[in-house]
């Protein structure tokens, strides 16, 4: 990644419906939501949303797949990845250990702390594995 893709991506994230619509698309990984449904969820006309998906389509952000007669929008996981580790890259001056919270806060939901209020399979199996490494 470099600087000016990095531009493009935050860019293209620093408009409410854009973000709001990109954040939606991560919480739906891996299955994706047709462009209608976007559109219906975000509550805004199915041109104004057609818009905001080619900006974040444009930056690398998100990918659309045709199937049958919808087109399935997913996040480009790769991409926000790529654009946090460039902005991380020299973090601290070269001390992970200064780095570490902040990376562990990109990853809430494999910490023993944010499994308080989740019920099921994947809360105890992350809270017995913090059990065992205690």
Do not use: W
């Amino acid at each position: 990644m470099d600087t000016e893709r990095t531009i493009v991506a935050l860019a293209a994230l620093a408009q409410p419906t854009r973000l709001e619509t990109f954040r939606l698309l991560v919480e739906r990984e891996p299955q994706g939501v047709p462009a209608g449904e976007l559109a219906r969820l975000m509550d805004v006309p199915q041109n104004t949303m057609s818009s905001h998906l080619s900006v974040l389509a444009r930056a690398g952000l998100i990918t659309g797949e045709r199937q049958s007669r919808s087109i399935i929008y997913r996040a480009h996981l790769d991409t926000i990845r790529e654009v946090a580790l460039f902005l991380l890259k020299d973090c601290c001056g070269g001390r992970p250990d200064l780095c570490a919270p902040l990376v562990d806060d990109l990853v809430p939901c494999c910490t023993p702390q944010t499994t308080a209020g989740r019920s099921g399979p994947a809360a105890q199996s992350t809270e017995e594995s913090a059990k065992e490494d205690a």
